[in-house]
């Protein structure tokens, strides 16, 4: 077989892009792009479908040499954004009684609002468990359908723990040519009213999300390609097709949840800020021990079950556009060039910029008057960007995509700076530190959120703007930064090395060894009847002891990866990015243990000991400030974990706090954070030993996080 390629295409606000890579390398051999097709019959899917079959044709790439191909969408986010939902009929079921009374309330959830002036119609029936059959169930669709109800909602209480009659009104609904959302398919979490809420948004998307895969699916086929297409999660994993039909809302936020995965494709570091920075928005979030911030979607001020990253957006990007009052700055964006119709000064042949001349304009109806844009002789307009005022102050390198002419710069900003009383450079100093003050609270909040310590966080950029705010943020706070190559294409390559992934999440009091495994192999089943290949899922537990919320997180490949196990990082280029990350001389990193899969390296914290894991890729799976590490045999996990548990525990003001540990088996890195007791602790880690060999050869670190 020759080879074998991967395409991953991304949906922006302004451009589709596809990106091949070699599927063994990850180099990028094709790339295309096309104007996103917002306005499209078909939607953004016209988009995808051009963008796919021009990275094919432009570079001679074969339908036969496809092994992946997978989509981020931003369909369901902006269907619920611009109220193109359809009216969804919810047919609650419980107990009688006091019971029944609950259960028929709770599952009357009323319409959505959609906090932008839209609504989600909810109408709603109720039916006791113990008539429910399949006579009453089409009864009760048909009084549904009679109130225009284009989608069927099925929620039970209690539905997560027999799904029987809920399978039954999917039965009857798809017998009548019904769409249907199904409850606890969305989520095995208890609570009715988030449930059932989190269905009917499902529900009120699906007929727009059935196009769209359908005509997507059709055209990818049409190629001659013949492996399942694949849709990107909002949580940053990827789900086969049919999967999206079923539960199309989990694809919320696919977007910022595409370039996070690319950044940590190419990130060395496993704790860090990401920023994705386009024209007009930036979208930041958390990335910590090697994994993103997830957390549950909130739709028009309602929570919901739909796990999707925990990103925040922020209208400042590249090409936000400068304001001014009374001769002096006041404020950068929320309007970009792009909006405003201008190009960028940075981006103008200085030969063109004769006699600029500040003035002011309102970009779009009923914006404020106070935006700055350069009139030239010739009557043309540009405008002073985030971007021209990062490449003045010499902050953006040749090879950066937002690179452009300093001079044309200068040239442009000269009347803005003579309007202030300064000099360029303070001009473009001001207009990044303006920039600086609405991005700072949201890294430090976050950072905090996540207690990710200062000398553990690194600032990542993605997205063709992250050079204009990217080293000034980081240089204002101290931090280190880095910005990936290819950073702007980092959303499709994330979507097209993205894994499967599914989220089974159950509340379970006090679980046992027997729960923990019961979870993951429910996870594991999932994933592998998402398309992943079994030998390759990996599963993660993680408990929320104040819930009882007990979450199984599955990832895996749609292939058998070959890897042959050598090491592409030796130990000392091991040391030499431990030093790197640890901010220390080399001569002060102790490599602790080198395995067949790892290095443990330490170094001297003042009163610490600093440590990092990293992998025979050179990627640093683990990176804490205060740690103690133990190779042992996997027959003496428990002895080692007990000993280590009592070293790194500590008080404070009377208060224990627990260490965070991480175990290295096989070839995974596995994060045990946040247990509340070792019990707790040996709970979650013993399903890991079950089948392991006695006598392999494991790591454990456990690593003290200060409460300052």
């Known amino acids: 077989m020759g080879r074998t390629v991967r395409v991953g295409i991304d949906v922006g606000g302004t451009h589709t892009k596809a990106v091949a890579l070699d599927n063994e390398t990850h180099r990028i051999v094709g790339e295309s792009v096309v104007m996103t097709t917002h306005d499209d019959e078909m939607g953004v899917a016209r988009g995808v479908i051009e963008c796919f079959q021009q990275c094919l044709r432009d570079n001679g790439i074969s339908p036969d040499d496809v092994v992946f191909i997978a989509h981020s969408t931003t369909q369901a986010t902006n269907a619920l954004l611009e109220g193109d939902v359809a009216k969804v009929g919810v047919l609650g079921m419980g107990g009688g009684g006091l019971e029944g009374f609950l259960s028929k309330r709770q599952s009357n959830v009323g319409d959505i609002d959609l906090g932008t002036g839209r609504r989600i119609e909810v109408s709603h029936t109720y039916l006791k468990n113990k008539n429910v059959n399949r006579e009453s169930v089409a009864q009760a669709i048909d009084t549904l359908t009679s109130e225009d109800a284009q989608v069927i909602v099925a929620s039970k209480a209690f539905g997560v723990d027999s799904l029987e009659e809920e399978s039954l009104v999917k039965e009857v609904a798809q017998d009548k040519g019904l769409l249907v959302s199904v409850a606890s398919e969305i989520s095995k979490l208890y609570g009715l ?22 005509s997507t699916e059709s055209a990818v086929h049409s190629t001659g390609i013949d492996v399942p297409l694949m849709i990107m999660r909002g ?29 940590l494709m190419y990130l060395r570091a496993s704790n860090g800020i990401y920023f994705e920075v386009g024209g007009t928005s930036t979208n930041i979030g958390v990335i910590k021990n090697g994994r993103p911030a997830v957390e549950y979607a909130v739709v028009g001020g309602h929570s919901t079950y739909v796990n999707s990253l925990d990103v925040i957006v922020l209208g400042v990007a590249g090409g936000s556009m400068v304001r001014a009052v009374e001769h002096r700055l006041v404020d950068v964006g929320p309007r970009s060039a792009h909006i405003g119709g201008l190009g960028y000064a940075v981006y103008t042949p200085e030969e063109d910029i004769v006699d600029p001349q500040v003035e002011f304009f309102s970009p779009k109806e009923g914006d404020p008057a106070d935006y700055v844009r350069i009139r030239l002789a010739d009557g043309d307009r540009i405008t002073i960007t985030n971007s021209c005022a990062a490449n003045v102050l010499g902050l953006v390198r040749p090879e950066d995509y937002s690179f452009g002419s300093v001079a044309s710069a200068r040239k442009a900003m000269q009347p803005l700076a003579d309007y202030f009383g300064v000099s360029v450079e303070e001009c473009a100093e001001q207009i990044l530190r303006k920039a600086f003050e609405k991005i700072e609270p949201v890294v430090s909040g976050l950072a905090a959120k996540y207690k990710l310590e200062p000398d553990q966080m690194t600032l990542v950029g993605c997205g063709g703007g992250a050079s204009s705010l990217l080293p000034y943020t980081a240089r204002q706070m101290g931090l280190n930064y880095s910005i990936p190559k290819d950073a702007e294409v980092i959303s499709s390559i994330g979507v097209a090395l993205a894994m499967i992934r599914d989220v089974v999440e159950r509340v379970i009091p006090n679980p046992t060894v027997q729960d923990i495994t019961s979870i993951k192999r429910e996870a594991k089943e999932l994933a592998i009847k998402n398309g992943a290949v079994p030998d390759t899922v990996e599963v993660q537990v993680e408990v929320d002891s104040q819930t009882s919320k007990v979450t199984a997180i599955a990832l895996g490949s749609n292939e058998v990866q070959t890897s042959t196990g050598s090491l592409e990082c030796d130990e000392a280029e091991a040391v030499e990015l431990a030093a790197e990350s640890m901010r220390v001389d080399e001569s002060e990193v102790t490599a602790e243990i080198s395995s067949r899969n790892f290095y443990v390296l330490t170094a001297p914290n003042r009163d610490r000991r600093a440590l990092r894991i990293i992998d025979h890729r050179g990627f640093i799976k683990v990176q804490v400030g205060d740690a103690v590490v133990a190779k042992c045999l996997a027959r003496d996990w428990e002895a080692n974990v007990e000993r280590l548990w009592q070293q790194m525990l500590y008080y404070q003001a009377e208060m224990e706090h627990c260490p965070d540990f ?20 040996k709970t979650l880690m013993a399903s890991e030993f079950l089948e392991a060999d006695e006598d392999e050869e494991i790591i454990l670190v456990a690593s003290r996080v200060e409460i300052a």
Do not use: H, W
């Not at 499902?202 to 359908?214: C, E, Q, R, Y």
């Open 235 to 263: 949580d940053g994993g990827v789900m086969e097709i049919d999967e999206m039909r079923k539960r199309p809302v989990l694809t919320m936020l696919s977007g910022p949840a595409a370039s996070v995965m690319g950044a």
């Open 662 to 681: 991480y175990l290295c088996i096989g070839a995974k890195v596995l994060d045990f954070s946040n247990t509340l007791s070792v019990e707790q602790l």
């Open 193 to 214: 009213t988030r449930r059932t809420r989190t269905a009917a948004i499902n529900g009120s998307i699906l007929p727009k999300m059935m196009d769209t895969a359908n």
